[in-house]
Protein backbone atom coordinates (compact mmCIF):
# COMPACT_ATOMS: atom_id res chain seq x y z
CA UNK A 1 0.00 0.00 0.00
CA UNK A 2 1.26 3.52 -0.42
CA UNK A 3 1.99 6.05 2.49
CA UNK A 4 -0.70 8.05 3.81
CA UNK A 5 -2.23 10.24 0.81
CA UNK A 6 -1.37 14.06 0.62
CA UNK A 7 -4.30 16.22 1.67
CA UNK A 8 -5.80 17.67 -2.06
CA UNK A 9 -4.73 20.78 -2.54
CA UNK A 10 -6.93 23.74 -3.96
CA UNK A 11 -4.66 25.67 -5.72
CA UNK A 12 -4.22 23.84 -8.45
CA UNK A 13 -4.20 25.13 -11.69
CA UNK A 14 -4.36 23.78 -15.75
CA UNK A 15 -3.03 27.06 -16.93
CA UNK A 16 -0.13 24.97 -18.77
CA UNK A 17 -2.85 22.54 -20.21
CA UNK A 18 -1.36 19.73 -18.33
CA UNK A 19 -4.59 17.27 -16.72
CA UNK A 20 -2.33 15.29 -15.10
CA UNK A 21 -2.09 17.43 -11.76
CA UNK A 22 -5.65 18.04 -11.75
CA UNK A 23 -6.93 14.30 -12.13
CA UNK A 24 -4.10 13.42 -9.34
CA UNK A 25 -5.82 16.32 -7.04
CA UNK A 26 -9.64 15.19 -7.86
CA UNK A 27 -8.62 11.30 -7.47
CA UNK A 28 -7.30 12.22 -3.95
CA UNK A 29 -10.53 13.61 -2.70
CA UNK A 30 -12.40 10.72 -1.03
CA UNK A 31 -15.51 12.13 -2.91
CA UNK A 32 -17.67 8.79 -2.00
CA UNK A 33 -21.62 9.53 -2.76
CA UNK A 34 -22.66 12.07 -1.80
CA UNK A 35 -19.51 13.57 -0.12
CA UNK A 36 -18.00 16.13 -1.66
CA UNK A 37 -14.74 15.67 0.27
CA UNK A 38 -12.74 19.02 -1.30
CA UNK A 39 -13.34 17.71 -4.80
CA UNK A 40 -15.46 20.24 -5.97
CA UNK A 41 -13.03 23.18 -4.54
CA UNK A 42 -10.23 21.74 -6.02
CA UNK A 43 -12.02 21.97 -9.09
CA UNK A 44 -13.37 25.46 -8.69
CA UNK A 45 -9.93 26.79 -7.80
CA UNK A 46 -8.73 25.20 -11.17
CA UNK A 47 -11.78 26.66 -13.32
CA UNK A 48 -11.42 30.19 -11.44
CA UNK A 49 -7.56 29.94 -12.70
CA UNK A 50 -8.63 30.04 -15.94
CA UNK A 51 -11.40 32.61 -15.72
CA UNK A 52 -14.49 30.74 -15.31
CA UNK A 53 -17.12 32.76 -13.16
CA UNK A 54 -18.03 29.86 -10.05
CA UNK A 55 -21.33 28.60 -8.64
CA UNK A 56 -22.00 26.29 -6.33
CA UNK A 57 -25.79 25.07 -5.00
CA UNK A 58 -26.53 21.99 -2.74
CA UNK A 59 -29.93 20.59 -2.48
CA UNK A 60 -30.80 18.00 -0.08
CA UNK A 61 -34.31 16.75 -0.78
CA UNK A 62 -35.19 13.29 0.50
CA UNK A 63 -31.70 12.66 1.95
CA UNK A 64 -28.27 14.07 2.19
CA UNK A 65 -27.02 17.15 0.88
CA UNK A 66 -25.17 17.00 -2.30
CA UNK A 67 -23.00 20.09 -3.44
CA UNK A 68 -22.82 21.07 -7.38
CA UNK A 69 -21.12 23.03 -9.51
CA UNK A 70 -22.28 25.33 -12.53
CA UNK A 71 -19.19 27.20 -14.26
CA UNK A 72 -18.97 29.12 -17.02
CA UNK A 73 -16.26 31.43 -19.23
CA UNK A 74 -17.80 33.75 -21.32
CA UNK A 75 -21.00 35.59 -21.30
CA UNK A 76 -21.87 35.22 -24.80
CA UNK A 77 -23.12 32.40 -26.80
CA UNK A 78 -22.87 30.01 -28.18
CA UNK A 79 -22.59 28.11 -24.97
CA UNK A 80 -20.76 24.48 -24.91
CA UNK A 81 -20.88 22.61 -21.75
CA UNK A 82 -19.16 19.76 -20.34
CA UNK A 83 -20.84 17.71 -17.35
CA UNK A 84 -19.77 15.11 -15.27
CA UNK A 85 -19.89 13.78 -11.65
CA UNK A 86 -16.59 14.00 -9.28
CA UNK A 87 -18.72 11.47 -6.96
CA UNK A 88 -17.49 8.10 -7.22
CA UNK A 89 -18.51 5.11 -5.90
CA UNK A 90 -17.68 3.18 -2.72
CA UNK A 91 -13.76 1.10 -2.84
CA UNK A 92 -14.42 -2.39 -2.06
CA UNK A 93 -12.09 -4.69 -1.59
CA UNK A 94 -9.39 -5.85 -3.56
CA UNK A 95 -6.90 -2.61 -4.13
CA UNK A 96 -3.26 -3.48 -4.28
CA UNK A 97 -2.48 0.73 -3.78
CA UNK A 98 -4.11 3.45 -2.03
CA UNK A 99 -7.49 4.05 -4.00
CA UNK A 100 -6.92 7.94 -3.06
CA UNK A 101 -3.67 8.35 -3.33
CA UNK A 102 -3.83 8.75 -6.82
CA UNK A 103 -0.36 6.96 -7.47
CA UNK A 104 1.62 6.22 -10.73
CA UNK A 105 2.77 2.91 -12.16
CA UNK A 106 4.70 2.33 -15.18
CA UNK A 107 2.94 5.16 -16.55
CA UNK A 108 -0.99 4.24 -15.32
CA UNK A 109 -2.90 6.41 -13.15
CA UNK A 110 -4.56 4.41 -10.04
CA UNK A 111 -7.06 5.61 -8.19
CA UNK A 112 -11.01 5.34 -7.23
CA UNK A 113 -12.51 8.08 -10.09
CA UNK A 114 -8.94 7.75 -12.67
CA UNK A 115 -11.64 6.02 -15.38
CA UNK A 116 -15.33 6.81 -13.57
CA UNK A 117 -14.75 10.35 -14.51
CA UNK A 118 -12.04 12.94 -12.36
CA UNK A 119 -10.02 11.90 -15.12
CA UNK A 120 -12.05 13.22 -17.90
CA UNK A 121 -13.15 16.62 -16.10
CA UNK A 122 -9.26 17.33 -15.53
CA UNK A 123 -8.86 16.56 -19.54
CA UNK A 124 -11.28 19.25 -20.51
CA UNK A 125 -10.18 21.86 -18.18
CA UNK A 126 -6.67 21.03 -19.69
CA UNK A 127 -8.07 21.48 -23.23
CA UNK A 128 -9.68 24.65 -22.47
CA UNK A 129 -6.72 26.29 -20.89
CA UNK A 130 -4.90 25.33 -24.35
CA UNK A 131 -7.95 26.59 -25.98
CA UNK A 132 -7.86 29.96 -23.91
CA UNK A 133 -3.32 30.09 -24.79
CA UNK A 134 -4.34 30.21 -27.86
CA UNK A 135 -6.56 33.32 -28.06
CA UNK A 136 -10.24 34.83 -27.68
CA UNK A 137 -13.18 32.23 -27.47
CA UNK A 138 -16.00 33.08 -29.40
CA UNK A 139 -18.94 32.17 -26.84
CA UNK A 140 -18.80 30.50 -23.95
CA UNK A 141 -17.63 27.23 -22.61
CA UNK A 142 -18.98 25.87 -18.88
CA UNK A 143 -18.81 23.18 -16.79
CA UNK A 144 -22.04 21.08 -14.82
CA UNK A 145 -20.69 19.06 -12.01
CA UNK A 146 -22.40 17.11 -9.68
CA UNK A 147 -21.72 14.81 -6.80
CA UNK A 148 -24.86 12.72 -7.04
CA UNK A 149 -24.15 10.91 -10.21
CA UNK A 150 -23.40 7.70 -8.72
CA UNK A 151 -26.48 7.60 -6.57
CA UNK A 152 -29.65 8.22 -6.51
CA UNK A 153 -29.84 11.46 -9.04
CA UNK A 154 -32.32 13.06 -7.05
CA UNK A 155 -29.94 16.71 -5.75
CA UNK A 156 -27.98 16.93 -8.64
CA UNK A 157 -27.86 17.83 -12.31
CA UNK A 158 -31.52 17.32 -13.21
CA UNK A 159 -32.09 19.92 -10.44
CA UNK A 160 -28.95 22.45 -11.48
CA UNK A 161 -30.88 22.71 -14.92
CA UNK A 162 -33.95 23.78 -13.28
CA UNK A 163 -31.13 26.27 -11.29
CA UNK A 164 -29.92 27.13 -14.88
CA UNK A 165 -33.54 27.37 -16.45
CA UNK A 166 -34.52 29.92 -13.53
CA UNK A 167 -31.27 31.71 -14.48
CA UNK A 168 -31.80 32.40 -18.23
CA UNK A 169 -28.94 29.93 -18.47
CA UNK A 170 -29.04 28.38 -21.88
CA UNK A 171 -27.01 25.37 -23.15
CA UNK A 172 -26.28 25.19 -27.04
CA UNK A 173 -24.54 21.36 -26.50
CA UNK A 174 -22.99 19.28 -23.96
CA UNK A 175 -20.44 16.61 -23.73
CA UNK A 176 -20.73 14.32 -20.77
CA UNK A 177 -17.65 12.88 -19.92
CA UNK A 178 -18.92 9.30 -19.17
CA UNK A 179 -16.39 6.54 -19.54
CA UNK A 180 -17.37 5.55 -22.76
CA UNK A 181 -14.80 3.63 -24.61
CA UNK A 182 -14.61 -0.26 -23.93
CA UNK A 183 -11.24 -1.74 -24.61
CA UNK A 184 -9.41 1.43 -26.44
CA UNK A 185 -9.59 5.11 -26.10
CA UNK A 186 -11.22 6.44 -29.78
CA UNK A 187 -14.02 3.00 -30.17
CA UNK A 188 -17.12 4.44 -28.63
CA UNK A 189 -19.29 7.85 -28.17
CA UNK A 190 -22.87 7.23 -26.67
CA UNK A 191 -25.09 8.64 -28.39
CA UNK A 192 -28.05 7.97 -26.09
CA UNK A 193 -29.05 5.14 -23.37
CA UNK A 194 -31.74 2.90 -22.60
CA UNK A 195 -34.13 3.50 -20.15
CA UNK A 196 -34.28 1.73 -16.82
CA UNK A 197 -37.23 0.45 -14.53
CA UNK A 198 -36.69 -1.59 -11.40
CA UNK A 199 -38.97 -3.76 -9.18
CA UNK A 200 -39.54 -5.08 -6.37
CA UNK A 201 -41.92 -7.81 -6.03
CA UNK A 202 -43.36 -9.21 -2.99
CA UNK A 203 -45.73 -12.21 -2.55
CA UNK A 204 -47.63 -12.73 0.59
CA UNK A 205 -48.92 -16.54 1.47
CA UNK A 206 -49.82 -18.41 4.65
CA UNK A 207 -46.89 -19.86 6.56
CA UNK A 208 -46.99 -24.01 7.40
CA UNK A 209 -45.65 -27.37 8.61
CA UNK A 210 -43.55 -28.40 5.02
CA UNK A 211 -45.32 -31.88 5.69
CA UNK A 212 -48.50 -30.35 5.73
CA UNK A 213 -48.76 -27.86 2.36
CA UNK A 214 -52.37 -28.56 1.98
CA UNK A 215 -52.67 -26.75 5.07
CA UNK A 216 -50.41 -23.42 3.92
CA UNK A 217 -50.17 -21.08 0.77
CA UNK A 218 -46.82 -21.06 -0.14
CA UNK A 219 -46.20 -18.13 -2.27
CA UNK A 220 -42.48 -19.09 -3.77
CA UNK A 221 -44.43 -21.18 -6.41
CA UNK A 222 -46.61 -17.94 -7.65
CA UNK A 223 -43.20 -15.72 -7.16
CA UNK A 224 -41.75 -18.21 -9.66
CA UNK A 225 -44.93 -18.05 -11.97
CA UNK A 226 -44.33 -13.83 -11.99
CA UNK A 227 -41.12 -14.09 -12.69
CA UNK A 228 -41.35 -16.49 -15.31
CA UNK A 229 -43.87 -14.54 -17.11
CA UNK A 230 -41.30 -11.25 -17.26
CA UNK A 231 -38.29 -13.46 -18.81
CA UNK A 232 -40.81 -16.03 -21.18
CA UNK A 233 -40.15 -14.22 -24.04
CA UNK A 234 -37.96 -11.04 -25.45
CA UNK A 235 -39.28 -7.75 -24.96
CA UNK A 236 -38.39 -6.84 -28.15
CA UNK A 237 -35.46 -7.00 -31.07
CA UNK A 238 -33.79 -3.88 -31.23
CA UNK A 239 -34.27 -0.87 -33.02
CA UNK A 240 -32.34 1.65 -35.12
CA UNK A 241 -30.14 3.06 -32.72
CA UNK A 242 -30.87 0.46 -29.72
CA UNK A 243 -30.03 -3.28 -28.70
CA UNK A 244 -32.93 -5.52 -27.38
CA UNK A 245 -34.52 -4.51 -24.20
CA UNK A 246 -33.61 -6.65 -21.31
CA UNK A 247 -35.08 -8.39 -18.44
CA UNK A 248 -32.69 -9.53 -15.62
CA UNK A 249 -33.81 -11.15 -12.02
CA UNK A 250 -31.21 -9.43 -9.58
CA UNK A 251 -32.37 -11.14 -6.29
CA UNK A 252 -34.91 -13.62 -4.78
CA UNK A 253 -35.04 -13.60 -1.39
CA UNK A 254 -37.36 -16.19 1.36
CA UNK A 255 -35.20 -15.27 4.06
CA UNK A 256 -36.57 -18.58 5.54
CA UNK A 257 -33.72 -20.41 7.54
CA UNK A 258 -35.69 -23.82 8.69
CA UNK A 259 -36.43 -26.85 6.12
CA UNK A 260 -39.63 -27.75 7.49
CA UNK A 261 -41.22 -24.56 7.10
CA UNK A 262 -43.04 -22.82 4.42
CA UNK A 263 -42.71 -19.45 4.29
CA UNK A 264 -45.28 -16.81 4.41
CA UNK A 265 -43.34 -13.92 2.39
CA UNK A 266 -41.37 -14.30 -1.20
CA UNK A 267 -39.57 -11.28 -2.79
CA UNK A 268 -37.81 -10.37 -5.41
CA UNK A 269 -36.46 -8.26 -7.61
CA UNK A 270 -35.61 -6.86 -11.33
CA UNK A 271 -34.18 -4.61 -13.28
CA UNK A 272 -35.78 -3.48 -16.99
CA UNK A 273 -32.88 -2.18 -19.28
CA UNK A 274 -34.94 -0.80 -22.15
CA UNK A 275 -35.02 0.82 -25.80
CA UNK A 276 -36.82 3.49 -27.56
CA UNK A 277 -40.23 0.48 -28.45
CA UNK A 278 -40.94 1.27 -24.79
CA UNK A 279 -41.56 4.00 -22.00
CA UNK A 280 -41.25 3.52 -18.16
CA UNK A 281 -45.47 3.88 -17.74
CA UNK A 282 -45.77 1.46 -20.29
CA UNK A 283 -43.37 -1.36 -18.99
CA UNK A 284 -45.08 -0.58 -15.50
CA UNK A 285 -48.71 -1.59 -16.50
CA UNK A 286 -47.02 -4.78 -18.47
CA UNK A 287 -45.56 -6.14 -15.22
CA UNK A 288 -48.44 -5.70 -13.39
CA UNK A 289 -50.64 -7.12 -15.80
CA UNK A 290 -48.01 -10.34 -16.21
CA UNK A 291 -48.02 -10.46 -12.23
CA UNK A 292 -51.95 -10.18 -11.36
CA UNK A 293 -52.33 -13.37 -14.09
CA UNK A 294 -50.77 -15.43 -11.04
CA UNK A 295 -52.13 -13.40 -7.94
CA UNK A 296 -55.84 -15.07 -7.90
CA UNK A 297 -55.30 -17.13 -4.83
CA UNK A 298 -52.78 -14.75 -2.79
CA UNK A 299 -51.79 -10.93 -2.94
CA UNK A 300 -48.87 -9.16 -3.39
CA UNK A 301 -47.13 -5.66 -3.78
CA UNK A 302 -45.23 -4.34 -6.66
CA UNK A 303 -42.70 -1.60 -6.11
CA UNK A 304 -41.32 0.17 -8.83
CA UNK A 305 -38.61 2.99 -9.73
CA UNK A 306 -38.37 4.22 -13.22
CA UNK A 307 -34.64 5.98 -13.18
CA UNK A 308 -34.68 7.34 -16.56
CA UNK A 309 -36.22 6.77 -20.10
CA UNK A 310 -34.94 5.98 -23.19
CA UNK A 311 -33.27 8.76 -25.11
CA UNK A 312 -30.98 9.11 -28.43
CA UNK A 313 -30.09 12.66 -30.08
CA UNK A 314 -29.65 11.66 -33.45
CA UNK A 315 -26.23 10.99 -35.46
CA UNK A 316 -25.92 14.52 -36.52
CA UNK A 317 -23.63 17.93 -35.96
CA UNK A 318 -22.99 17.10 -32.35
CA UNK A 319 -22.04 13.10 -32.78
CA UNK A 320 -20.20 14.32 -36.02
CA UNK A 321 -18.16 16.96 -34.35
CA UNK A 322 -16.82 14.50 -31.31
CA UNK A 323 -16.49 11.33 -34.21
CA UNK A 324 -14.16 14.06 -36.36
CA UNK A 325 -12.19 15.20 -33.12
CA UNK A 326 -11.42 11.55 -32.33
CA UNK A 327 -10.59 10.44 -36.32
CA UNK A 328 -8.25 13.64 -36.03
CA UNK A 329 -6.73 12.62 -33.18
CA UNK A 330 -5.95 9.14 -32.99
CA UNK A 331 -7.08 7.37 -36.56
CA UNK A 332 -10.10 5.92 -35.34
CA UNK A 333 -13.60 6.08 -36.41
CA UNK A 334 -15.79 5.63 -33.06
CA UNK A 335 -19.09 3.65 -32.75
CA UNK A 336 -22.16 5.75 -31.91
CA UNK A 337 -23.61 3.35 -29.40
CA UNK A 338 -26.57 3.28 -26.64
CA UNK A 339 -25.49 0.47 -24.83
CA UNK A 340 -24.52 0.36 -21.01
CA UNK A 341 -26.27 1.92 -17.79
CA UNK A 342 -27.67 5.03 -17.68
CA UNK A 343 -25.79 8.97 -16.89
CA UNK A 344 -26.80 12.18 -16.47
CA UNK A 345 -27.23 12.63 -20.25
CA UNK A 346 -30.80 11.50 -19.26
CA UNK A 347 -31.52 14.91 -17.60
CA UNK A 348 -29.39 16.94 -20.38
CA UNK A 349 -31.00 15.62 -23.33
CA UNK A 350 -34.05 17.70 -22.18
CA UNK A 351 -32.42 21.08 -22.90
CA UNK A 352 -29.75 20.46 -25.59
CA UNK A 353 -28.31 17.85 -28.16
CA UNK A 354 -25.80 16.10 -25.88
CA UNK A 355 -23.32 12.89 -26.37
CA UNK A 356 -20.62 11.38 -24.38
CA UNK A 357 -16.98 10.57 -24.65
CA UNK A 358 -14.35 9.62 -22.05
CA UNK A 359 -12.10 7.38 -20.98
CA UNK A 360 -11.83 3.61 -21.21
CA UNK A 361 -14.07 1.76 -19.20
CA UNK A 362 -12.50 -1.74 -18.11
CA UNK A 363 -11.69 -0.73 -14.76
CA UNK A 364 -14.64 1.45 -13.74
CA UNK A 365 -16.10 0.69 -10.17
CA UNK A 366 -13.53 -2.22 -10.09
CA UNK A 367 -10.34 -2.53 -7.34
CA UNK A 368 -7.33 -0.70 -8.92
CA UNK A 369 -9.00 1.55 -11.12
CA UNK A 370 -6.70 3.13 -13.39
CA UNK A 371 -6.21 4.70 -16.87
CA UNK A 372 -2.50 5.09 -18.85
CA UNK A 373 -0.96 9.18 -18.83
CA UNK A 374 -0.82 8.02 -22.41
CA UNK A 375 -4.89 8.17 -22.96
CA UNK A 376 -4.69 11.14 -20.57
CA UNK A 377 -3.05 13.32 -23.13
CA UNK A 378 -4.92 12.03 -26.00
CA UNK A 379 -8.53 12.49 -24.54
CA UNK A 380 -7.43 16.35 -23.84
CA UNK A 381 -5.75 16.26 -27.33
CA UNK A 382 -9.44 15.07 -28.75
CA UNK A 383 -11.25 17.75 -26.17
CA UNK A 384 -9.14 20.19 -27.11
CA UNK A 385 -10.08 19.33 -31.24
CA UNK A 386 -14.12 19.16 -29.99
CA UNK A 387 -13.36 22.93 -28.82
CA UNK A 388 -11.57 23.86 -31.62
CA UNK A 389 -13.85 22.85 -34.15
CA UNK A 390 -17.01 23.81 -32.52
CA UNK A 391 -16.29 27.74 -32.07
CA UNK A 392 -14.62 27.24 -35.67
CA UNK A 393 -16.75 24.92 -37.83
CA UNK A 394 -19.78 25.34 -40.04
CA UNK A 395 -22.47 25.10 -38.21
CA UNK A 396 -20.96 26.31 -34.70
CA UNK A 397 -19.35 30.01 -35.39
CA UNK A 398 -22.65 31.80 -35.02
CA UNK A 399 -23.63 33.42 -31.33
CA UNK A 400 -26.71 31.39 -30.12
CA UNK A 401 -26.34 28.04 -32.82
CA UNK A 402 -27.67 24.74 -31.55
CA UNK A 403 -25.07 21.80 -32.21
Not at 185 to 212: C, D, F, N, Q, W
Not at 322 to 337: I, N
Request: proline share 6%.
Amino acid sequence: MSPARPHPSSDITVSSGDALALARALIRCPSVTPANAGALDVLQAAAESLGFACHRQVFGEGGEAVDNLYARLGTTGPNFCFAGHTDVVPVGDGWTVDPFAADIVNGTLYGRGAADMKSAIAAFLAAVARLRAAGKIPGSISLLITGDEEGDAVNGTAKMLDWLHAKGEHLDACLVGEPTNPTKLGEMIKIGRRGSLTGKLTVYGTPGHSAYPHLADNPIPRLMQMLGALIAAPLDQGSAHFPPSTVAITTIDVGNRATNVIPGVAKAGFNIRFNDHHTGAKLKDWVRTSCDRFAATGTYDLEVKISGESFLTPPGPLSNLVAGAVKAVTGMTPELSTTGGTSDARFIRKVCPVCEFGMIGLTMHKADESCSLADLDTLTAIYLKVLQNYFAGPGFDSPGQSA
